[in-house]
């Protein structure tokens, strides 16, 4: 058995040259290459959902030829789509007009996936081609329930647990629930340890087997929902659980094990036997099915129990006779199991159908067994027998033919003579185009304006869309048991919109931007409607346009709205426009374009981008009062400080993630609190307002670091008439970390004396 990892679409572009994760000697004007989007697939408790990993892609030939790939996919803008990036140039390469197959590996979260497509032909007059491939990740999916409450005693209890999914070659023969004491299982190291491979403290182990078949091909059980009974627990004891299976054949290796679950017993022990009242099953007007077990303890046969069966008896009566459904008394009535099973050594288990009940009524029900001339019982439970929806009527008031407004309130009445109980009362519409065959029914659509009344009058408001189009509408009314009512459907009503809102984007309303985002402005006129949504469509600028992603808002009123886009990429072309959206009909501007900031543009607070961080998402500005560039003059220089104590309580940054804002503020604030009245490279960055920001800091010595080798790559430096430039990295009481020129006039890391001139670089992270 494997779950769905990922599901992977391959589309085949055209070639312009050929530069890849993996170089091979193809003839170049006899190539395509491949660009593979992967998307999330199923995964259980959150697995799969990983920022990126690498996979091993292999093309291989009719011929037997293999040619091999390792390419890295990656999510940057956290859409759920993966892909290899072409731009990097992580390309492979396939041979025109020649049969191959695409087989990828990967080890993701833990698994080995592998996957396989069919035969897929790259050929000059495909424009695009996808193949489908699911990675399976070699594992059953099985899953483990938490017990309910009435079957958990002082010495033992119920489990159940479900194979929800099985692609293994072998069939399951065993499935189980293992057991052991929340304090052996707090000794585990992790979750893992709790296995058959690591059998730690396997002595403190309670483990039952629901199912263990022959090697008979032909007598294969099919596990899907199973059940076992743990005994031998202590009382008021935490326990800790899972499900497991294993497959003949496989190894041990290969046990599957559910989530862990805990649960604590009580001190209710029991010596006999012990009766569960499972809930009622199929329910209708005619019957409902009942079941029940009997857990057979301390070594007692099924001999034993002599009759087994449910004891019913209307709520009314039930709550007027407080009879606790006591057997054979107080008017309840009795149907004997007409099923009966044994599983395993010691659970029997029942079941009975009952008809007969009345429509609409309620009733409350337990299962029982006689062991030893005794009456034991199960768990009361309840069920509702439902109404028979024919006995319903509901219609709706006609509206005009021809609807102008933006909404319209249907409204209906329903005659409830018989008290039924509705948990939803309303409308299912559709809307079609004019001249459309009109639906035989509106019972299958999903779209519903809701009311709530019990009986008589009920409305409901339906937003009307913003193109001309046909409405059909009917009422309906669900009970509480489930069952829906239509009434009649409406004849052809004709939408003539009015109130029609508008959206508009100017290339110049791009009010900002920055390495990995844009911001961008529309103005929306809601021509008076409530239901307007709007939005920014946007993709990086390609002729292909792969995948579009959206932001969006609900706009209730006219005026500007504003729109981040983020977890973009830097110094890339994006395709936006915007859009209003009425009723699934849409209203959309032109398209525009425009570029985020990279390495060596002007940033948003007027100095030069040295840095952009796309793993992180931000980048950094600097700026110094003599300009940037090769031919800046000598800039502002002051001391680091005071040398009267300690500035900094923790230790200096040591990673580009961390800004040195933090430590500008705690240098600022340490001056402040000892009286120190001059000025100080860090105190004139904390109080600088270039290009309007205020977030301008003194860069720790990774951020310094960083500078200058941006710096060198752009055949540029910083000059300093006071021979370097402090970093916000402290040392001790009486020196801090600068870079200072060594005798070739180069920037090296070192530490000065706090009181001494130095140069400094603001900067500030966006």
């Not at 859409?79 to 087989?103: A, Q, W």
């Not at 301390?298 to 087994?308: H, L, R």
């Not at 110049?508 to 409530?530: K, M, Q, W």
Request: net charge negative; with cysteine; proline share 3%.
């Amino acid at each position: 058995m494997k779950r769905n990892l990922f599901l992977v679409i391959i589309a085949i572009l055209s070639l312009a040259f050929i530069n890849g994760c993996h170089k091979d000697p193809l003839d170049m004007g006899k190539v395509g290459f491949l660009r593979l989007e992967v998307r999330k697939g199923y995964k259980i408790i959150n697995k799969g959902a990983v920022e990126s990993f690498y996979a091993t892609v292999t093309v291989a030939y009719a011929n037997n030829e293999e040619i091999v790939y390792n390419c890295l996919f990656t999510d940057p803008s956290n859409t759920g789509v993966y892909s290899n990036d072409l731009n990097e140039g992580d390309r492979l390469y396939v041979r025109k007009g020649e049969e191959f197959r695409l087989i990828i590996e990967a080890d993701i979260d833990g698994y080995h996936v592998v996957g396989e497509s069919g035969t897929v032909v790259y050929s000059d007059d495909m424009d695009l081609t996808t193949v489908e491939i699911v990675l399976r990740a070699g594992q059953t999916r099985i899953a483990i329930y938490t017990p309910k409450d009435d079957e958990i005693f002082g010495n033992y209890v119920v489990a159940y647990g479900e194979i929800l999914e099985n692609i293994s070659q072998n069939p399951i023969r065993e499935a189980g629930i293992m057991c052991v004491p929340k304090s052996v299982y707090d000794t585990y190291e992790s979750p893992d340890a709790f296995t058959f491979d690591n059998e730690i403290n396997s002595s403190d182990w309670i483990t039952e087997y629901y199912f263990s078949g022959s090697h008979d091909e032909e007598n294969v059980s099919d596990i899907t929902k199973f059940s076992v009974v743990l005994r031998g627990l202590e009382s008021n004891t935490r326990y800790c659980m899972r499900a497991f299976t294993f497959s003949e054949g496989d190894s041990s290796l290969n046990y599957c094990y559910s989530r862990i679950v805990e649960f604590s017993t009580n001190n209710n022990v029991a010596h006999d036997i012990s009766v569960v009242t499972n809930d009622a099953d199929n329910v209708t007007i005619e019957s409902v099915d009942v079941a029940g077990r009997v857990v057979l303890l301390d070594g007692n046969s099924a001999d034993s129990v002599v009759e087994k069966g449910f004891v019913f008896d209307t709520y009314d009566n039930y709550v007027a006779n407080s009879s606790n459904l006591d057997y054979y008394r107080n008017n309840s009535f009795t149907y004997p199991a007409n099923e009966v099973t044994m599983q395993g050594d010691d659970v029997i288990v029942f079941s009975s159908t009952v008809e007969g009940l009345q429509e609409g009524g309620t009733y409350v029900f337990r299962a029982y067994a006689i062991f030893r001339d005794q009456p034991y019982y199960g768990a009361v439970k309840m069920f509702a027998v439902p109404q028979d929806p024919a006995n319903i009527m509901i219609q709706a008031d006609e509206v005009s033919s021809v609807l102008t407004s933006a909404y319209v309130d249907l409204q209906g009445s329903i005659i409830n003579d018989a008290g039924y109980e509705f948990s939803e009362l309303g409308f299912r519409y559709v809307f079609v185009d004019a001249g459309t065959t009109p639906p035989t029914s509106l019972s299958a659509l999903t779209e519903t304006a809701r009311g709530s009344v019990v009986s008589g009058r009920f409305s409901s408001r339906v937003n009307l869309p913003i193109v001309n189009k046909v409405m059909y509408y009917s009422p309906y009314a669900i009970t509480t048991t489930g069952y829906t009512a239509y009434g009649d459907m409406s004849s052809a009503v004709s939408i003539e919109p009015a109130n029609v809102p508008s959206v508009s984007l100017q290339q110049g309303n791009l009010s900002a931007r920055t390495t990995h985002s844009l911001t961008v402005s529309c103005y929306v006129d809601a021509n008076g409607r409530s239901d307007c949504e709007c939005g920014i469509v946007y993709a990086i600028d390609t002729t292909d346009h792969a995948s579009y992603d959206t932001v969006k808002k609900v706009s209730s009123s006219s005026g500007t709205e504003e729109f981040v886009l983020n977890g973009l990429r830097k110094g890339t072309e994006y395709s936006y426009w915007a859009y209003i959206r009425v009723v699934d009909e849409f209203i959309t501007t032109n398209v525009y374009t425009a570029y985020t900031l990279q390495e060596g543009d002007t940033g948003p607070g007027g100095g030069i981008i040295f840095y952009a961080d796309d793993a992180n998402g931000f980048a950094l500005e600097y700026y110094t009062s003599a300009g940037m560039g090769p031919e800046q003059e000598a800039g502002d220089s002051a001391v680091w400080g005071s040398t009267a104590g300690i500035a900094l309580n923790t230790d200096a940054p040591s990673s580009i993630t961390v800004s040195g804002r933090t430590n500008t503020e705690a240098i600022v604030s340490y001056h402040n609190s000892i009286g120190y009245t001059g000025e100080y490279a860090a105190l004139k960055c904390y109080q600088s307002a270039q290009g309007g920001k205020s977030d301008w800091y003194l860069p720790t010595a990774v951020e310094m670091q960083a500078l200058l080798d941006y710096l060198n790559d752009s055949d540029g430096r910083l000059y300093s008439e006071q021979g370097g430039f402090w970093t916000s990295d402290e040392q001790n009481a009486g020196n801090a970390v600068a870079f200072v020129e060594n005798a070739n006039y180069d920037l090296v890391q070192g530490t000065e004396s706090k009181d001494i001139l130095l140069s400094f670089v603001q900067i500030r992270r966006f």
